[in-house]
């Protein structure tokens, strides 16, 4: 009997930093990724809301309300007892800053701030080596062989006129890259330089589709991945655009795997049998499959848990709210294929074996 997934990076996002998650409640949804053979748990432990683990570097940052590195340490080393040997380094990738349709995130979200909030001031070279701080002292707590750098929403790239918005911005661009930078250009430069800080900790950099992958001049490094989330956003392009020039991509599609607390914007909750009988791996935005010919550059796909509206629901309401859709992401990321289950019978299976 031959039993392999499809796709080799099967994952779970939880944005514990705009909603305080207990490191009880981590610890049961990694005892039920390590069950439904899910390979990668990101943490998104950074954003305006709070900082959600303790940090020696810069312990000024951090909320009221965190996870111990002891407690970080106890969840990583579950993670580890409950992945088979060879595949343990894949077992908890960090994940830094993210905004969700507000300004971008790192990991220093609070710290060398223009006037936005959550916006870091990339002219500064003290906010690179803040960063760097960061990013090396957590790299000593996660084994993940992954490191998700965030990048998309920059406030300074969702204004109409960036240069003119953001002067300082704009010098700083022209200083490094020439007389017709841009803004776009410096945040570029900027992520491309926290991606050779993660890689000197011999991890794999990844970053949001509508970030910094962007029509300029200065482009993102090409070992980053692309974490594909939406075409909707200022910035983002098709996908094809990206795996057409050989880029390695993850399935964020969030139409099918965002399960956004408060249903802002136009989100709904997803349900495991629309996960289940409409998406694939290949449906990396909206309903529409990319051709073929790009399947095997498509890494796998993440299911996340976005807290845009933190106290909408009770952990205990999340937990039960993405059960049937976490078993229907990890089924496709197995099997792309038509299912041979109806709903109904993969549900009464799913029910039989929890």
Not at 25 to 33: A, G, K, N, T, Y
Not at 265 to 280: A, L, M, N, S
Request: hydrophobic share 35%; proline share 5%; with cysteine.
């Amino acid at each position: 009997m031959r039993d392999e997934p499809a796709k080799p990076v099967r994952g779970f996002m939880l944005d514990m930093a705009r909603k305080y998650f207990t490191a009880d409640w981590i610890e049961d949804r990694v005892r039920e990724l390590g069950d439904l053979k899910y390979n990668q748990l990101g943490l998104h432990f950074s954003d305006d809301q709070g900082f959600r683990i303790e940090s020696t570097s810069h312990p000024e940052i951090v909320s009221q309300q965190h996870l111990t590195k002891a407690q970080v340490q106890k969840i990583v080393k579950l993670a580890q007892s409950l992945a088979h040997p060879d595949r343990a380094r894949d077992r908890l990738a960090g994940a830094s800053g993210r905004g969700h349709r507000r300004a971008p995130r790192s990991s220093a979200a609070q710290c060398q701030r223009r006037g936005d909030p959550g916006a870091i001031d990339i002219s500064k070279p003290e906010s690179a080596e803040i960063v760097d701080d960061l990013l090396n002292e957590y790299a000593g707590l996660f084994p993940g062989n992954q490191w998700h750098l965030g990048g998309d929403e920059y406030q300074a790239l969702v204004v109409s006129n960036p240069e003119a918005s953001y002067p300082q911005l704009a010098a700083a661009a022209r200083k490094a890259y020439g007389s017709g930078a841009t803004v776009a250009d410096l945040a570029t430069g900027w992520l491309n330089g926290r991606a050779t800080t993660v890689r000197a900790d011999d991890r794999t950099p990844r970053a949001w589709n509508d970030g910094f992958f962007r029509d300029t001049s200065v482009q993102p490094d090409k070992d980053i991945q692309v974490a594909y989330w939406t075409g909707k956003e200022i910035g983002a392009r098709a996908p094809v655009e990206y795996l057409s020039t050989g880029r390695k991509v993850i399935n964020y599609n969030d139409e099918f795997l965002y399960y956004v607390l408060g249903e802002p914007q136009t989100f709904v909750y997803p349900t495991g049998q629309r996960i289940y009988e409409q998406w694939t791996p290949r449906v990396l935005r909206g309903t529409t499959a990319v051709p073929a010919k790009y399947d095997d550059q498509i890494l796998g796909g993440s299911f996340a848990v976005w807290c845009d509206l933190a106290n909408s629901q009770t952990q205990a309401q999340v937990a039960a709210g993405i059960r049937m859709p976490l078993r229907a992401t990890v089924q496709k990321l197995w099997d792309a294929g038509a299912p041979e289950l109806s709903w109904a019978e993969f549900r009464a299976l799913a029910d039989r074996l929890d």
